[in-house]
């Protein structure tokens, strides 16, 4: 089984570059989409039949969201953590299947000048125990965007930039609680070293120079481990300042 996420800022702008093209060649199993800035109503685009789509969009238009296309029909889909502050922004959308709940998440930025730390926090905290709650019931698997990288391997130049939105001591020590309470970072499974990354600033051709940030992840829970078989960054994919990263899985039976 096949997962892929990708953070495509701005379905409709990526729908007119290579978006089905990478749909088609990839073949995910279940594609998970964060920062789509639009409604289903909005796209004129009729997808491939082998796909059912769910949307989870912002209250504020052409802002966040996510949307999810999957092979197999959920058991349940819902698009609510369950905490007011953080169901009107389109961030959350999680899938059950008859193995596991697959979460599609579009963490918050913190913003330039921090102004959204504090929230940042909250969601943080907040959404490990959602998280939590799932497990209890059977594996989670959460893809997305989580805006923040890990530690100093996950972005090429990290000196100084402990005030910056995204590599904060807060952020990184919140992240680090989703480890701390036994979910793992598929990707550092298979690869320990730096230079891979997800994202890349538009601004300084810093794509071209791999001079990016790893903020987009697969985390599993440990249960799952076992099946777990390789951890992937499509880096090449264009299309986004984000790039897709996956996951597969072998069957339960093995």
């Known amino acids: 089984m096949k997962l892929v996420s990708w953070n495509v800022n701005g379905l409709r702008s990526v729908l007119r570059k ?35 789509t769910y949307w989870n969009c912002a209250e504020k238009k052409g802002y966040s969201g996510t949307a999810m296309f999957t092979r197999q029909r959920p058991l349940d889909v819902s698009t609510r953590m369950g905490i007011p502050e953080h169901d009107n922004e389109g961030r959350l959308l999680s899938a059950e299947f008859p193995e596991f709940f697959v979460v599609n998440v579009y963490v918050p930025n913190s913003r330039s000048g921090l102004t959204r730390l504090p929230y940042r926090q909250r969601w943080d905290a907040d959404f490990l125990a959602y998280l939590k709650g799932l497990e209890r019931r059977k594996p989670v698997i959460v893809c997305g965007d989580f805006n923040v990288a890990h530690t100093e391997l996950d972005l090429a130049n990290p000196k100084g930039k402990t005030l910056h939105h995204g590599f904060t001591p807060q952020e990184r020590a919140g992240f680090q609680a989703f480890l701390d309470n036994g979910f793992i970072d598929t990707f550092r499974e298979f690869e320990k070293g730096g230079g891979h990354y997800t994202w890349w600033s538009p601004l300084t051709n810093a794509r071209a120079r791999n001079k990016g940030w790893r903020i987009d992840y697969f985390l599993i829970s440990a249960s799952l481990r076992p099946r777990l078989k390789s951890a992937f960054i499509r880096s090449e994919v264009l299309g986004s300042d984000h790039c897709p990263v996956g996951i597969e899985l072998a069957d339960a039976s093995g």
């Open 18 to 52: 290579n978006f089905l093209e990478f749909l088609e060649s990839e073949e995910p199993d279940v594609l998970c989409l964060q920062e789509i800035k639009c409604s289903p109503d909005e796209v004129e685009q009729l997808w491939p039949v082998r796909y059912t």
